[in-house]
């Protein structure tokens, strides 16, 4: 089975903290996804990337910023946390071919 | 980003009973997917629908994707407190963009 691993479960930041959220996924896939769950909002795409060093801007990228260094690895970075940004934050891979998305167990991000 | 509509919002039943979950679009979608949410985890794949029309079964589980394409159901027969989750759909529209439903919030009570 494919593994999405998110290192931080839970954090608790700043206002004006730079904070790393940090996912590795073990399956070899080109797509990795990074989606902000709100209640009522579903799941929103903030950025995706199809490749080491490649990125594309979801729908909601505003305030975020992606690295993809390793084909395994997609950080998240929001570089001055704000209020409005807390919420759960999820990460998926996708094999090539396949508009499945494999999920981590998600990154809850509270925003003081 | 247009959200697909999904409802009720929010569902407590009695362990036994049915109910039906919808999600609907004005737009017509490739694919439609079913995910589900337990607390604490991210979502889960259940089932994709390609075809107009197509009904799907998972063991209580029935999935339907509308002739159009734009609209789909999920029916669960007899449930049970492990069917307990936040329930999403998610609409295909390229080869790469899923579309989120707001999602349904299942409460099976013993």
């Known amino acids: 089975d494919v593994k999405v691993t998110q290192s931080s479960r839970y954090l608790v930041k700043r206002t004006g903290e730079k904070v790393f959220l940090e996912c590795v996924q073990d399956m070899d896939h080109e797509n990795m996804f990074w989606y902000r769950q709100d209640p009522g909002l579903g799941l929103r795409l903030i950025y995706f990337?199809?490749?080491?060093?490649?990125?594309e801007k979801g729908d909601i990228p505003e305030g975020y910023s992606v690295s993809r260094e390793k084909k395994e690895r997609f950080s998240l970075i929001l570089e001055s946390a704000s209020t409005n940004q807390t919420s759960m934050y999820l990460c998926a891979s996708r094999p090539p071919g396949a508009n499945v998305l494999t999920f981590g167990a998600g990154s809850r991000l509270t925003v003081l | 980003t247009q959200l697909l509509e999904q409802s009720p919002q929010f569902l407590s039943i009695q362990e036994g009973e049915n109910l039906t979950v919808y999600c609907n679009s004005s737009s017509v979608f490739s694919s439609l997917q079913w995910y589900r949410q337990e607390p604490g985890e991210g979502p889960v794949l259940l089932v994709t629908v390609v075809t107009g029309g197509e009904v799907k079964k998972l063991k209580r589980l029935t999935f339907q994707f509308g002739d159009a394409r734009k609209d789909s159901s999920l029916h669960i027969t007899a449930a049970q407190p492990g069917d307990t989750g936040l329930y999403l759909c998610?609409?295909?529209?390229?080869?790469?963009?899923?579309?989120f439903g707001s999602g349904t919030r299942l409460l099976v009570r013993p």
């Open positions: 990337s199809y490749d080491v060093k490649m990125k």
């Open positions: 998610a609409g295909a529209r390229s080869s790469y963009k899923l579309i």
